[in-house]
């Protein structure tokens, strides 16, 4: 731990690390008592030391490190902007009360990122029965490797609760939980492997209303709108917000659900190859919202592109033509 203290922190960081991930055991550094937890980035026991005072943490394992606001999002699974109202809340307060506390009186339905068994109801009742939560200790976060190829983070795949279905219906299948307001509504189930079909979706889940990664962009009046949860994890870890279709064209349920949260303009970022559904979709979102089209380089997807070739594109947006509008209509 670095020898400078930082301010103290608004919340009692000892009971709250002992309420979600557990204290295993406390140290006296340099700068003071730290509490000795397991990592949630990368799993490893009594590796994670954190400031008792002042909520600084490093992971001795994965080199994971930085102040309270990274590591109640690491902790809570949630963004840096829920993780930052939770602090906030705290410090208005000046009570440093747990944040199981404050979460209970907020009427937070946020699951810790690191339960020892498979997410409590009511999220259980959306997943498969088979779901195994990456965070599951009997299968380990090494063994997905389908993530590692991808180049998934796994504090990415812990913020997105993210599982895997090794037997049943959706068995070698990667989980993608569907999440609303803090609360997994459906799933989509994408192949681990070369076999169809790549997505699978419960039969009757509405599918044509949800956005993966909803809650990632509710408020903002600018929303960027990728194709599929793959895009929506890569865009996470370049600190690009975004919230996915679930399929080639997005509905006029998911445009009014986007403006109902705040969206007023829409960046449509999708594959490559989309083709003509990307005018379509255009033509779809453009009755409640403005729309704008970026266009990456080739057949790059917003999954395999770096960065800055995104911004490049973001900042390169354009509105359909009026022609591409009216062709897209009527085809729709």
């Known amino acids: 731990m670095s020898k400078k203290k930082g301010p103290r922190a608004p919340v ?65 699974g949630c963004t840096g902007r829920e993780a930052r109202r939770i602090l906030a809340d705290a410090a208005g307060s000046r009570v440093a009360a747990s944040l199981s506390k404050i979460r209970k009186a907020a009427g937070r339905r946020v699951a810790p990122a690191t339960p020892a068994t498979p997410p409590a109801e009511p999220q259980g009742a959306a997943l498969p029965a088979e779901f195994l939560p990456i965070w599951d200790p009997d299968l380990g976060w090494r063994k997905v490797e389908y993530l590692e190829k991808r180049r998934i983070k796994y504090r990415t795949a812990m913020a997105m609760r993210l599982g895997v279905c090794i037997a049943g219906q959706y068995g070698g299948r990667l989980i993608f939980p569907i999440i609303e307001d803090g609360v997994v509504r459906s ?37 960027i709108v990728v194709e599929g949860p793959t895009d929506v994890l890569s865009m996470y870890q ?74 490049e594109a973001l900042d390169r947006a354009r509105p359909p033509s009026t022609l591409e509008m009216k062709v897209a209509r009527r085809t729709l």
């Open 12 to 76: 009692d960081v000892a009971e709250y690390l002992d309420e979600t991930i557990g204290v295993r055991t406390t140290s006296r550094g340099e700068s003071g008592m730290q509490c000795v937890c397991e990592c949630p980035f990368c799993g490893k026991d009594r590796k994670l030391y954190v400031h008792r005072e002042t909520g600084l943490f490093i992971c001795y394992s994965c080199g994971e490190g930085g102040g309270l606001t990274a590591l109640v999002m690491a902790v809570e």
């Open 187 to 223: 799933f989509a189930g994408r192949a681990m492997g070369g076999w169809e079909p790549k997505y699978q979706h419960p039969a009757a889940d509405g599918k044509s209303s949800l956005l993966y990664g909803l809650d990632l962009v509710a408020g903002p009046e600018d929303v």
């Open 238 to 311: 370049k600190r690009l917000p975004a919230c996915a279709l679930l399929g080639k064209r997005g509905t006029m349920a998911q445009a009014g659900k986007l403006h109902r949260r705040g969206a007023r303009r829409v960046t449509l970022l999708l594959d490559g190859n989309a083709g003509a559904d990307v005018l379509k979709t255009a033509a779809i979102f453009s009755e409640t919202m403005e729309v704008l089209v970026a266009q990456l380089p080739g057949k790059l997807d917003p999954d395999e592109a770096p960065r800055e070739v995104i911004m």
